[in-house]
């Protein structure tokens, strides 16, 4: 079995600024690019943040902490999610393209 997400260390903290919300989304590890949609939603919260024009240890706002913290809680349990290892290298393929205004994803 092959571990979807190490131990991704995401904290709830009740002070986070932008520097912390960088550092947090960096520990997400996905060797296989299986979190393709978990990824892009932290990709466009911190696109959100430099919008804001936040510098680095500027407290983040009280409606962007708890985005951020509602983003945090979805994340408990993926490092329990495990692949057989047989399933991941078969020869076949499925091939997929989504796309939003905001990100486009292929699978």
């Avoid at 951020?68 to 495990?82: N, P, R, S």
Wanted: overall charge positive; proline content about 6%; charged content about 20%.
């Amino acid at each position: 079995m092959i571990p979807l997400l190490t131990k991704a260390n995401v904290s709830l903290n009740r002070s986070y600024t932008k520097r912390d919300v960088l550092s947090q989304i960096a520990r997400i590890y996905d060797p296989f690019g299986l979190l393709g949609p978990v990824i892009s939603k932290a990709k466009i919260f911190m696109q959100q943040l430099w919008l804001l024009k936040l510098d680095w240890f500027e407290i983040l706002p009280p409606d962007i902490l708890q985005q951020w913290e509602d983003f945090i809680k979805t994340q408990t349990g993926l490092e329990k999610i495990k692949i057989p290892s047989n399933q991941m290298f078969s020869k076949d393929q499925c091939h997929q393209c989504s796309a939003s205004r905001l990100c486009t994803c292929f699978l």
